[in-house]
């Protein structure tokens, strides 16, 4: 990439930053392209050069997002395993970058109003509902025994919502110490101790 190319790309990423906090802190319907482009230093001709409309940045951010929330669920690896590198791998993004901790909150608003905002918005985020993903791999591995009895569908969202909490928090206090994947694992896993099954 040459450096045209890196500064086009650096452009376009602090236009998303920006809008993304604006989003979270406003509200679709709050956020202002001309408060976007005075924040980040540029021209409303140069922000419509890269986004077209306030829509087309909101739904690039839903993009970004959605492309996160995604389960092999075609994988040969058992079900708590699945589980476990996502789950690994989104915390490392949470702590490692403050726009992935940010996203999650950006998406959990998202979830509630963006098919309001958007038909694009809200057939992509019902695409990638991890929560609902998640229930046939969580039935799975109560069969397979790895996973704790219980609600499938209950445990997806105890799973799910502890890593979007999280998020939130650090998003909020990137100061605030990041728990231990571990911990969110175990709302799913199942213990064994001394040949006893502990659910």
């Known amino acids: 990439m040459g450096n045209r190319d890196k500064e086009k790309e650096y452009r376009r990423l602090q ?12 509200g679709y319907y709050g956020a202002s392209t001309r408060e976007i482009c005075k924040i980040a ?9 890269y986004f077209d409309s306030k829509l087309a940045l909101y739904e690039a951010l839903i993009e970004i997002g959605c492309d996160k929330l995604t389960l092999d669920v075609a994988s040969t ?3 708590i395993k699945v589980f476990e590198q996502k789950l690994f791998d989104m915390m490392q993004m949470i702590v490692a970058r403050p726009f ?15 098919a309001q905002i958007s038909q694009k918005a809200g057939i992509m985020l019902a695409r990638h509902d991890l929560i609902r993903q ?7 591995g109560q069969r397979l025994g790895e996973i704790r009895s219980g609600d499938a569908h209950a445990l997806s969202v105890a799973f799910w919502c502890s890593l979007q909490g999280i998020a939130k928090a650090i998003a909020l ?5 990041c728990p231990d994947a571990a911990w ?15 659910q």
Do not use: C, W
């Not at 236009?15 to 406003?26: H, S, T």
């Not at 230093?41 to 050069?49: A, I, Y």
């Not at 969110?184 to 502990?198: A, F, N, P, S, W």
């Open 173 to 177: 206090n990137p100061e605030t110490p």
């Open 100 to 114: 992935a901790a940010k996203m999650f909150v950006f998406m959990g608003y998202a979830v509630y109003n963006a």
């Open 184 to 198: 969110i694992l175990d709302i799913l896993r199942v213990y064994k101790y001394e040949g006893i099954e502990m």
């Open 77 to 79: 690896e058992s079900p």
């Open 41 to 49: 230093g540029v021209s409303s001709g140069l922000l419509f050069h």
């Open 15 to 26: 236009i998303l930053e920006i809008a993304l906090d604006q989003f979270i802190a406003k």
């Open 134 to 140: 998640s229930v046939p791999l969580i039935q799975e």
